[in-house]
Nanobody, 123 residues
Framework: QMQLQESGPGLVKPSQTLSLTCTVS??????????FSWIRQPPGKDKEWVGA???????YYRPSLKSRTSISRDTSKNQITLQLNSVTPEDTAVYFCARDRALEVTSPAFGSWGQGTQVTVSS
């Protein structure tokens, strides 16, 4: 059965780089017709799509975050990573990874999601 598990530091200092890893089991991250996305939900706010990577390695980003966001993958480990540079307290959120046939997902209605990991940006 397919599972997604987010991991990374729970606390990051302002101006530093956040790096999160999504470990996927049960399915290859190169499977055709699916995107693997990162989504975040700040406290008291709606879910926000951050970016995604397709089965061929193509990446897509939220325009407002593109300049400081990078999504990559390690096919040998079946992992997808999110790098978010120059973080501020506004980046504090629960971060999710998800697999879906759609690109800019904000709901787990038809896709598969991890449980999420809390990231706090604070000095």
């Amino acid at each position: 059965q397919m599972q997604l598990q987010e991991s990374g530091p729970g606390l990051v200092k302002p101006s530093q780089t956040l790096s999160l890893t999504c470990t996927v089991s049960g399915v290859s991250i190169t499977t055709h017709y699916y995107y693997f996305s990162w989504i975040r939900q700040p406290p008291g706010k709606d879910k926000e799509w951050v970016g995604a990577i397709a089965s061929d390695g193509s990446t897509y980003y939220r325009p407002s975050l593109k300049s400081r966001t990078s999504i990559s993958r390690d096919t040998s480990k079946n992992q997808i990573t999110l790098q978010l540079n120059s973080v501020t307290p506004e980046d504090t959120a629960v971060y999710f990874c998800a697999r879906d046939r759609a690109l800019e997902v904000t709901s787990p209605a038809f896709g598969s999601w991890g449980q999420g990991t809390q990231v706090t940006v604070s000095s």
